[in-house]
């Protein structure tokens, strides 16, 4: 069972800086891609950012030059660096892994946690 635990979440002003985590509970190179995405309410889930096994990372536009998507092997943990924050930021925030076994896709979902960006 792959379980995945994000946690960095908070509330903040408008201008600030969070960094989330997601934990995996196996390593990310058993994974085809990872990334983040995030939902405000009454929205539907959208990509923030995405990273490949090769390290090739994809940003949404609203968020380019202003998050960065990184992991670290060796803890097996998924990064997000959001800085700059604006309050239309404001959601929870989810960490999604994909895994490809015998050609089926699995997609993995943390809880979520939730960010609050304040004016």
């Known amino acids: 069972q792959v379980q995945l635990v994000e946690s960095g979440g908070g509330l903040v002003q408008a201008g600030g800086s969070l960094r989330l985590s997601c934990a995996t509970s196996r390593s990310i190179f058993t994974f085809g891609g990872m990334g983040w995405f995030r939902q405000a309410p009454g929205s539907q889930r959208d990509l923030v950012a995405t990273?490949?096994?090769?390290?090739?990372?994809n940003y949404a536009d609203s968020v380019k030059g202003r998050f960065t998507i990184s992991r670290d092997i060796a803890k097996n943990t998924l990064y997000l660096q959001m800085d700059s924050l604006k309050p239309e930021d404001t959601a929870v925030y989810y960490c999604?892994?994909?895994?490809?076994?015998?050609?089926?896709?699995?997609?993995?979902w943390g809880q979520g946690t939730q960010v609050t960006v304040s004016s």
């Open positions: 999604k892994a994909v895994s490809r076994i015998a050609g089926t896709d699995y997609h993995y």
């Open positions: 990273i490949t096994t090769s390290g090739i990372t």
